[in-house]
């Protein structure tokens, strides 16, 4: 696209004064997504743009080549024009009202899925006194496709990493058997993974292309945040196994590792 192009460009989302459909962002949906609809949209546009020049340059629409935000004819004349320019121009038959304009929904028929793929890591020190764990150490290694920003995605793994931690190991709604109640209702009594739970997590990315969208990326945030809730209770109980430990139910408190001690040591 032409320098200076981009600020001729409106991008109008969420306004559902304009907008007739739209299901948010969420699950690993804003680029994967977003990329194929304003593709769409902008494949539209061009197409309009190519009909529009194809007759004020008298050729035919398939000797109307677009490229760098310019619009070229390649006979009988070669000649060209931008982008705006032919969408501007009313008087063309093919250009109605908003002619450099395009919306795009999503169809559900369209092969945009794309999966994440990855492995973690986890170490961690067990006190067989107390049940309390400590996270000592933490890797992962994602594919999520194209990392547009990786400073971004990276971002999201050790988000995805503090958000499954946090499941792994504290994070608990306690409800009241008789009423239904939630008595885990404000931060003073649901615990939640601070700074000082994490050790430095190292995080690395595997790109390898989506075929299934435009940026070929793949949800970033979906591939950090399941793993954590396995590698963290199993690194537990491969630490307590020669103690007899088999399993662990989540969050594993240090009440429930303590007591998962005391069973295993009982035999029961």
């Known amino acids: 696209m032409a320098r200076g ?12 004064a304009r ?5 948010g962002s969420h699950s690993g949906r804003s680029m994967k997504l977003a990329t194929t ?3 769409q949209a902008t494949d539209d546009i061009i197409d309009k743009g190519r009909r529009i020049a194809s007759h004020l340059f008298e050729a035919s629409v398939a000797d109307i080549e677009f490229a760098e935000g310019r619009f070229a004819s390649r006979a009988p004349i070669a000649t060209s024009a931008s982008l705006m320019s032919p969408a501007r121009r009313r008087h063309v038959p093919t250009c109605r009202r908003n002619c450099a304009a395009a919306r795009r929904d999503l169809r559900p028929d369209l092969p945009i899925a794309s999966f994440p793929y990855g492995t973690q890591v986890c170490e961690v020190e067990v006190d067989p006194d107390t049940g309390a764990v400590e996270i000592v150490r933490y890797a992962a290694v994602d594919d999520v496709g194209r990392a ?3 400073m971004i995605v990276h971002g999201q793994t050790h988000g995805g990493i503090a958000q499954g931690v946090g499941q792994a190991l504290l994070e608990h709604s306690h409800y009241d058997p008789a009423t239904g109640q ?8 649901y615990a939640m993974p601070r700074a000082d739970v994490f050790p430095h997590m190292s995080t690395a990315l595997s790109e390898v292309p989506s075929p299934t969208n435009r940026l070929a990326c793949a949800p970033a945030a979906r591939a950090a945040r399941p793993r954590p ?3 963290v209770i199993n690194a537990i109980v491969d630490a307590l196994s020669h103690l007899g430990v088999r399993h662990i139910e989540m969050p594993a408190t240090p009440e429930r590792v303590w007591r ?3 069973a295993a040591a009982k035999g029961s």
């Open 148 to 150: 547009i920003n990786p």
């Open 5 to 16: 192009a981009f600020e001729t460009i409106d991008y109008v989302a969420h306004d559902t």
């Open 19 to 23: 907008v007739a459909a739209g299901g």
């Open 37 to 39: 609809i304003i593709g």
């Open 182 to 189: 939630l008595l885990a209702a404000s931060f003073m009594d």
């Open 260 to 262: 998962a001690i005391q």
């Open 229 to 231: 809730l396995a590698v």
